[in-house]
């Protein structure tokens, strides 16, 4: 009995990895500031009732589509007319998504439910996609020790009310900006009087900053991180600069024209407009890059590298489908010649000990 209970659950638990494997895709795609990228699902089964894309930690509802394609909604703010169906009539079941204009704070785990005519509720996870955003216009800043050079950054959105440059490898901040006005509560004290902003005003979005007479310690990556009154906590990473600073000696023009200006001598190799008031790309990353041909040439497949790991990911599954498979019908082999062995024994004492019985009883 014992035995028979153990093949169960054994059966039971590999059942559920089976359904794992066939049926929750996962996808990795790393794209660039300002592109379009493609969210592949495709669902099976029946009409379909819900269409829910939602991203994780934090969770927001992506993209909602209730009653087929005619009542389709974007509930959260960030992704407001950014985000559609890349096949608006849901043919072959495809119920993929095109997000636009990615931005940073687009990188996350995105997961794709569907609920149709022929499964129950809550909506099942048909596919999960891990987005990674890197920083297309990411700069690279060389100047000499003693000059004053311009981090830039620019943000778009409502009004500012925070803002922080840090260093990646210092636990205190380069510069904060809070409640309207410079903040030196946590400021590392090696910046202390030498950063400030290039714009007081912060007008058209311009949070870039001017760090003063530079040393080889301040060599470093820095973030510029903003949050907005549209925005939650924390700040928003918005711009990565890596800034290295060689002895004025070591190169004639450090790089760029720094030469120590007030705003810090970006002549030619800060680029003001770097910032990209249109969102790093000036058509907006290709809005057709892809959309309709399948190939997602926005998802990461510029070099062919999505298809290459779609079929190793198929090739994977089929393997894994088969080795299941086997396993499955081991165990069911194992419990009916368990239980078959188990029967017969009891039917062989039970022939034995009859006539013993009988025996008993004759001379009454």
């Given at each position: 009995?014992?035995?028979?209970?153990?093949?169960?659950?054994?059966?039971?638990?590999?059942?559920?990895?089976?359904?794992?494997?066939?049926?929750?895709?996962?996808?990795?795609?790393?794209?660039?500031?300002?592109?379009?990228?493609?969210?592949?699902?495709?669902?099976?089964?029946?009409?379909?009732?819900?269409?829910?894309?939602?991203?994780?930690?934090?969770?927001?509802?992506?993209?909602?589509?209730?009653?087929?394609?005619?009542?389709?909604?974007?509930?959260?703010?960030?992704?407001?007319?950014?985000?559609?169906?890349?096949?608006?009539?849901?043919?072959?079941?495809?119920?993929?998504?095109?997000?636009?204009?990615?931005?940073?704070?687009?990188?996350?785990?995105?997961?794709?439910?569907?609920?149709?005519?022929?499964?129950?509720?809550?909506?099942?996870?048909?596919?999960?996609?891990?987005?990674?955003?890197?920083?297309?216009?990411?700069?690279?800043?060389?100047?000499?020790?003693?000059?004053?050079?311009?981090?830039?950054?620019?943000?778009?959105?409502?009004?500012?009310?925070?803002?922080?440059?840090?260093?990646?490898?210092?636990?205190?901040?380069?510069?904060?900006?809070?409640?309207?006005?410079?903040?030196?509560?946590?400021?590392?004290?090696?910046?202390?009087?030498?950063?400030?902003?290039?714009?007081?005003?912060?007008?058209?979005?311009?949070?870039?900053?001017?760090?003063?007479?530079?040393?080889?310690?301040?060599?470093?990556?820095?973030?510029?991180?903003?949050?907005?009154?549209?925005?939650?906590?924390?700040?928003?990473?918005?711009?990565?600069?890596?800034?290295?600073?060689?002895?004025?000696?070591?190169?004639?023009?450090?790089?760029?024209?720094?030469?120590?200006?007030?705003?810090?001598?970006?002549?030619?190799?800060?680029?003001?407009?770097?910032?990209?008031?249109?969102?790093?790309?000036?058509?907006?990353?290709?809005k057709d890059k892809g959309d309709k041909d399948g190939g997602d040439k926005d998802g990461g497949d510029k070099d062919g590298r999505n298809k290459d790991v779609g079929d190793k990911h198929r090739h994977l599954k089929l393997v894994l489908t088969v080795f299941v498979s086997v396993i499955l019908v081991g165990i069911v082999g194992i419990v009916c010649v368990t239980h078959r062995k188990c029967n017969g024994h009891f039917k062989k004492n039970s022939d034995v000990s009859l006539p013993d019985e009988a025996a008993d009883q004759e001379p009454t």
């Open positions: 009995m014992a035995s028979s209970t153990s093949g169960t659950s054994v059966a039971v638990f590999t059942c559920l990895c089976f359904f794992f494997l066939t049926f929750a895709d996962q996808q990795q795609i790393t794209v660039k500031t300002g592109d379009n990228v493609t969210l592949q699902c495709h669902h099976r089964g029946g009409d379909i009732q819900l269409l829910e894309w939602r991203r994780l930690n934090p969770e927001e509802d992506v993209f909602v589509c209730r009653h087929g394609k005619n009542d389709c909604s974007t509930p959260h703010p960030s992704f407001k007319n950014r985000v559609e169906l890349r096949d608006p009539e849901m043919k072959d079941r495809d119920v993929s998504v095109i997000l636009n204009n990615v931005t940073i704070n687009d990188t996350g785990t995105y997961e794709c439910y569907v609920r149709n005519s022929s499964t129950k509720p809550p909506p099942q996870l048909f596919n999960t996609t891990r987005l990674t955003v890197t920083d297309s216009d990411q700069q690279q800043i060389t100047v000499k020790t003693g000059d004053n050079v311009t981090l830039q950054c620019h943000h778009r959105g409502g009004d500012i009310e925070h803002l922080e440059w840090r260093r990646q490898d210092l636990k205190e901040e380069v510069f904060v900006w809070k409640h309207g006005k410079m903040s030196d509560d946590n400021q590392h004290p090696s910046f202390k009087n030498r950063v400030e902003l290039r714009d007081p005003e912060m007008k058209d979005g311009d949070v870039s900053v001017i760090l003063k007479n530079v040393t080889i310690k301040d060599t470093g990556t820095y973030e510029c991180r903003v949050r907005n009154n549209k925005t939650k906590p924390p700040p928003h990473l918005i711009t990565t600069i890596n800034l290295t600073v060689v002895n004025s000696g070591a190169a004639e023009h450090g790089g760029d024209k720094y030469g120590g200006k007030k705003d810090g001598g970006n002549k030619d190799g800060g680029n003001k407009d770097k910032g990209d008031k249109d969102g790093g790309d000036k058509d907006g990353g290709n």
